[in-house]
Each structure stands twice: as structure tokens, then as C-alpha cells.
């Protein structure tokens, strides 16, 4: 047995260890950040040679220019900054529901063969790479949303449009949303639900009025998980925006353009301020995220305080 000098020497040791692994893991984090935002303010700074001399960007116009032209270095993100918060929204108004009605079938509904199936499903759907959902969607959902564009006499791109980006983000954020509301419903006290059933409640409201209340913080959190990725998706949206070169773009069989996928289109074949531009773009696209998480994460604690009151 060990006595207690010896339990105390252990536990100084495990608690440098996880300090280390703690401070690499938060190193990590900083570093990547610090070098996006050096590389991100190089072209509003330095001057870049190029065919038309030296040529710097301007942030104004990176700011509120609607445009993405690289002549002259007149590189605009506001119009792709709206067009990845009208996208991220509407796949989620179509994935939230889906994914927590899913969840409740899971939870609540299905027999025990059909829940372990289905949420075996949900489970490899969200451990799929975002390359794979990238070519289901060029490959599948263009062709769909091209035949639906003909049938309404709508000229499409070849079905590269916003609805095309819209489903494959909701596909993408539906098993995310879907465990972890899974995993919210499972938490909610079986008393909680056999009181309501034994006051007359049906099952129905039973599964919507008490699993789906007692679960709600967890699905709100799920919710930011499945926004967040759906913010930062490049290589699917890549491969079913488009690249419009202007913007806004709300017309559903539109091209479009999200910050993501003008990070990620053609960076391989470019170079100086062309190339620090993208990384302008991932500032802008961080500060998205954070301001998007900090909106969200205020309402779920103001959810949960009136909840409790």
C-alpha cells in the first residue's frame, strides 16, 4: 500500500503532467491564431510586387466592399461574410428540427433494434470527412437541385448554387446535433417523465413537453457545436458554392461565396497578397465565430436562468 507521502508525490506528478499537456494544448491554440493574424494584417501593411507594381490592400474596402476582384488588389469580404451567415442560418432552421425530432425517435419512440440502428447511422454520419460530403454533394444534390431549377425555368450553374451549399451544411450539422441531443434526452430524469404519464399526460406531450424541456439546455449547447461547424466548412461548401465573385447572393439557385470557400478556391495557385488575403478572410471568419458563440452562449444561460426561476 502506498502511504500517504508516496499518494501525495503522485499526485504532484499527474497534476505537472496534465499542467504541460494543458499548456501545449493552449500553446497550440495561440500560436495558430497569432500566425493568422500576422499573416492575415500583412496585406493592409506591406506592399506586394506584383505585374502592376507594388500594391497593398486597403482595409476599408476589404471591409465593406461586396466584391472579391484581385485586379488592383480590390479585395472585398463583406459580401462573403453575409452570404456565410445567411447559409450557416438557414441549413440550421432546417437542420435544428430534424436533428432533435431524430433524436427524440432515438431516445423515446424507436424500439430498442431500431434505436441502436439509427443511431449507429447518426454516429458514422458525423465521422464522415467533410471531402466525402463535398462529393456527395457535387455529385448528387447539384444534379437534384439543377433538375428542380429546370423545373421552375430557373437558370443554375450547373446546380452549384446557395441550396446546394444550404443542404450539405445540414446534412453536416445534423449528426452533430442529433448525439448530442441524444445524449441531453437520455439525461432527463425517468421520475420526471413517469409523474407525467401518471398525471394523465399522453406520451406525446410527455416527449415534448417534459424530455424535450429537461433536454433543452443540451440541445442548445448541441446547436452551437453544429453552427460552429457549419461556419467553418471549406472543402464541402467549396464544392457546391460556386465562387461568385460578388455578393450577396439570397437567390436560392444562385452561386455563392462563403468566407470558408475564399479561403480555400484556389490557394494552391496563388501568391503574395493574394495568398495573405485568405488569411484576412480566416480573421474575419474567427471573429464570425466568436461573436456567433458569444450570442448563443448568452442565450442558453438566459434560457436556463428563466428555467430555474
Known sequence: MYNSESKIKIDNVVRYILLVIAFLCASTIIFVIAFILVKGISPFLLKYPTSDGYLKANLMTFLTS??????????????????TIYVTFLATIIALPISVLTALFIVRIAPK????????????????????????GSGIINPIVKNIANFFNVQTFGGTSVLSTVLVLTIMMIPTITMLSVTSMKAVKDSQIQASL???ASYTQTNFKVVLNGAKSGIFAALILGVGRALGEATAVSMVCGNATKGPNFGLFDITRTLTSTMMLEMHESSGIDYDIRFSAGILLIIVIIITNVILNTIKKRMEKYSNA
Open 66 to 83: 461586396t466584391s472579391w476582384i484581385k485586379l488592383n488588389a480590390a479585395y472585398g469580404a463583406l459580401g462573403a461574410l453575409i452570404n
Open 113 to 136: 433494434a431500431v434505436s441502436v440502428f439509427v443511431n449507429n447511422v447518426v454516429e458514422l454520419l458525423a465521422a464522415i470527412p467533410s471531402i466525402i460530403f463535398g462529393l456527395f
Open 198 to 200: 401518471a398525471l394523465g
